[in-house]
């Protein structure tokens, strides 16, 4: 596996590898990998023919600085990780790297009424933050394909938006969420929890099936939601927002009528617990 720390190097490689006529996968990620992840690296070894990982904790995308603080960092694990499932490129930038002008860029991307719902409400300029450096790892990388997990479904909304805005001519591809044995989605903030809140994490998963079971049984949607509100913050959770929503060309719009059955539902959870954020959706009518 190569390993790049400057952008110039990793550059001069990939138009070799693209000079040979081959494909480039791309899985940008910021670390503490997990079988998540790694399935993604899979997907790009199977789909195209070189497969690179990105590890960056991105500071411009934490509205809470304690937030970035805490972020785990497994530099070494995560190196052996992605040499077992033999991810070909591994880049490794600093934050100089990938920010020589500093934090502070005037870039603005107009990302719509998507920025301003679910994440984008609670943490206000998190989008912008991936926005930038995804930004600056498609010029980088200059990727066939980029591989991304449903878990984190808005953001590969924005993502999506992010293409088009640019003019990029690389395709997304969104890969199922990857779950614990008891349903848990994974996720680097995972490891953080303490073994009871884990333990208890698992209702999160069990609200948003409960959402789908009750879906279109004569429940009201929005009472169905307010109900795992209630039940999360009754188990000891500090929840955000429990929301459902149809994904309709591109955008998530909250559901406030009865869907067709031809609608994409998808009903989202983000809550505390332990001190750790999580996050978690699920689609409960239709396909992504």
């Not at 590898?17 to 791309?26: D, L």
């Not at 790892?137 to 980029?146: A, E, H």
Request: charged content about 25%.
């Amino acid at each position: 596996m190569y390993q790049f720390k400057r952008s110039i190097d990793l550059k001069k490689h990939l138009d070799l590898v693209r000079k040979s006529g081959k494909t480039i996968g791309f899985v940008p990620t910021m670390g503490a990998l997990h079988q998540g992840h790694l399935s993604l690296i899979q997907a790009a070894k199977k789909e195209t023919d070189v497969a690179v990982c990105s590890i960056f904790v991105n500071p411009t995308q934490f509205n809470d600085p304690k937030d970035f603080e805490k972020y785990p960092i497994t530099i070494e694990a995560d190196i052996k990780k992605l040499n077992d499932v033999s991810t070909d490129i591994v880049f490794l930038p600093s934050v100089e790297e990938m920010y020589p002008n500093g934090l502070s860029e005037n870039i603005h991307y107009d990302f719509g009424t998507l920025e301003t719902i679910l994440e984008g409400k609670f943490r206000p300029g998190h989008f912008q933050g991936v926005g930038q450096i995804v930004h600056k790892l498609l010029d980088i990388v200059q990727p066939d394909k980029l591989f991304m997990g449903q878990k984190d479904l808005q953001q590969c909304l924005i993502v999506s938006k992010l293409l088009k805005i640019i003019g990029s001519s690389t395709e997304l591809v969104v890969c199922p969420t990857e779950r614990e044995r008891d349903g848990l989605a994974m996720s680097s903030r995972n490891a953080r929890l303490s073994p009871a809140a884990r333990k208890k994490a698992v209702a999160i998963y069990q609200a948003l099936s409960t959402i789908r079971e009750n879906f279109g049984k004569g429940l009201l949607f929005m009472e169905s939601a307010h109900e795992a509100f209630d039940t999360l913050k009754n188990q000891g959770f500090d929840p955000e927002y429990v929301d459902i929503l149809v994904l309709n060309n591109g955008d998530l719009q909250p559901l406030d009528h009865p869907a067709d059955d031809q609608t994409t539902v998808v009903a989202a959870v983000a809550a505390w617990l332990d001190g750790v954020r999580l996050i978690d959706n699920m689609v409960i009518q239709g396909k992504i």
